[in-house]
């Protein structure tokens, strides 16, 4: 079975500020008969009730919690930690497992072993009490009873007792203060090797000379006449050439010491002729001066004597000093400005500088970028005609018969222009001209272009006015046919 969670809100009861009435005992016998209570209440009640039962089955003690007024002296509950403590002070809120809270809490029992341990230490103490086992100060005991140790008693009844010939039976010594056995003594009078005590035999010169005899003992005048002494200092070679060799020493091992530096003298032993040895060593002039004489690496230019001199020597200016916080990084792209709405008046911009690029019209993209065309139209005071194409709109404009010697174009306000050449071969100084445009003729205004043989006739005029067409002719009647051009606006009622 999982943990059983114990569920909030026990210390609620149940229509505490209700209308309570006592059914009886005999209500309580038989419980509910024609009452039915909302089944959600009762469920919920139940559920509460079986779940607090269910906790407290689990648990033993129900577990502490922050909202239960518990009594001192009288409460007990289960901490977080798992131990049992009882209430010593009336509390809500105060949880027993918090060490600041001993003021209201207390651990209830013991933990199970720990008064059976405490008793077998007394019982262990008296045991010791009553035959003085494992006291910790035996001296101090022995003075307290006015006695003496084992070893005090054999060694005062022993100078005691005087008669040479007594025989004392003594044990096999293990230390030096011990007494021995003569056959302990025996025992060790054998030949003394690496790991056995005994006696030895004494090494002759030879012997000793020869070294490979492991079995006899060398004496201090033996080893004198064949070994050389640490305060002879080597005083006892017999063949200091050889001796020399084989330490692989050479002859400036037996030279003068004046022919040599001293490192004690720090190079002294050129005083008068350190010249020759500043040119041997490649030295140059600048080692006669002293080290502040330099810049120093590690000072990186710290030592200047005059750092404005020295600015001023490698042609530095004033920013070569500043602080690099007055000036702007070139890699920042100006993001270092302290107030970009200042810089942006200094030069001279204005506030479209802060407003993003698709806020303007391109002017490549021909007003291609208008967001709304028809507005930006409307915003022009332009009309419908504006976006009409002026060829073979019908109702409109209509330039169809632009070129040629003779057409016509529509205008509007319901004027036509027309143009054209005349008379025919043979006719009379005038022509027939076809509306293009049906309708009555209020106003026709003509004009002559020119004519190809003798030039601007002495006047045109028109007359015949119908709702197809009208004639148009040229005041000069004299003389023999001549073409001429015309140019006429005719507006229609």
Known sequence: MANITKPLGLSNVWANGGTKIDPGASKVNIGWVVQLPPYEY???VDNRQDQAIAHISQHGIPEWDGQTEYQGLLSYTQGSNGIIYKCIATNVNKDPSNALNSAYWAVAFEVFGSVQTVSDALAAHISNYQTLSNIGNYPQARS???VYSKSESDTRFAGLNGSS??????AVATQPQHAVRLGQVSSLLT???ESTLGVVRLATTGVTEAGTDDLTAITPLKASNVYLKKSGNLAGLANYSTARANLGLGTAATANVGQFLQVANNLGEFYGNAAIARANLGLSDSALYPSNTWLIRTSNLADLTNPAQARINLGLTAVSYADPNIFLYKGENLFGL???AT???????SDSGIYPSNTWLIRTANLGDLTNVQTARNNLGLGNLSTKNVYNVPGDLDFSNVNGAAGWQKLPGGMT???GQGPALGDDMSAIVSLWIPGAINTVQITAIGSPTSGIGPGFMTDLWTTTSFRVGNNYNSGPWRPFTWFAIVYTG
């Open 144 to 146: 307290n009873l006015s």
């Open 191 to 193: 030949q003394a090797t």
């Open 343 to 349: 810089a942006r008046a200094n030069l001279g911009l």
């Open 165 to 170: 010939a007594q025989v004392f039976s003594v």
């Open 338 to 340: 302290t107030d970009p």
């Open 417 to 419: 222009m027309q143009w």
């Open 42 to 44: 009762q469920n919920w």
